[in-house]
T-cell receptor
Framework: RKEVEQDPGPFNVPEGATVAFNCTYS??????FFWYRQDCRKEPKLLMS???SGNEDGRFTAQLNRASQYISLLIRDSKLSDSATYLC???????????FGTGTRLQVTL | GAGVSQTPSNKVTEKGKYVELRCDPI?????LYWYRQSLGQGPEFLIY????????DSGLPNDRFFAVRPEGSVSTLKIQRTERGDSAVYLC????????????FGPGTRLTVT
């Protein structure tokens, strides 16, 4: 089983739609969780951290369920500029390294 | 301020050759990481430096790969006897310190081994 699993997509959605991505992780000792965004042929950039209480940043909402080892990202009112690959990322804490999922590709269309 | 920089941006080399990839982290960041990303995959951890020392090199695939950070700033990833399977984008990231701080990535070096 992969340490971090994501549906690779692609998710093709019209502008204005709401889209949700899910991710599961295998290491129950994981301490920190993130969503990174990666545009084509560019480096990953932090989109948001994910907290147990859930957190929201504008149109983006992230949720963490430690019992199920499950992370989600919700994007409301999708924009064309949201088209990218979204990487689910887990930090084991003690190792200080990030473990990335393979990413979920989102394509927002007119 | 300046972000993480990596040179070269692209490197084409022949199988069996030696290559060096350079990373210049954000000033003041003590933690530095190397990752490798193959097509269609997420970045894969290679090695983590805290200051000058390699705190975790568990991701290096074999002894052909080596990295240094002699003065606690710039780091060089060295690959000996390159193989076609080494072709990937090599990403460097830095953070203020280790665990819990955001990692900022450089643009990567695209390595192609022919």
């Amino acid at each position: 089983r992969k340490e971090v699993e994501q549906d690779p997509g692609p998710f093709n959605v019209p502008e204005g739609a709401t889209v949700a991505f899910n991710c599961t992780y295998s290491n129950s000792a994981s301490q920190s969780f993130f969503w990174y965004r990666q545009d084509c042929r560019k480096e990953p950039k932090l989109l948001m951290s994910v907290y147990s209480s859930g957190n929201e940043d504008g149109r983006f909402t992230a949720q963490l369920n430690r019992a199920s080892q499950y992370i989600s990202l919700l994007i409301r009112d999708s924009k064309l500029s949201d088209s990218a690959t979204y990487l689910c990322v887990v930090d084991t804490g003690t190792a200080s390294k990030l473990t990335f999922g393979t990413g979920t590709r989102l394509q927002v269309t007119l | 301020g300046a972000g993480v920089s990596q040179t070269p941006s692209n490197k084409v080399t022949e199988k069996g050759k030696y290559v060096e990839l350079r990373c210049d982290p954000i000033s003041g960041h003590t933690a530095l990481y190397w990752y490798r990303q193959s097509l269609g995959q997420g970045p894969e951890f290679l090695i983590y430096f805290q200051g000058t020392g390699a705190a975790d090199d568990s991701g290096l695939p074999n002894d052909r790969f080596f990295a240094v950070r002699p003065e606690g700033s710039v780091s060089t990833l060295k690959i000996q006897r390159t193989e076609r399977g080494d072709s990937a984008v090599y990403l460097c990231a830095s953070s203020k310190t280790g665990t819990g701080y955001e990692q900022y990535f450089g643009p990567g070096t695209r390595l192609t081994v022919t």
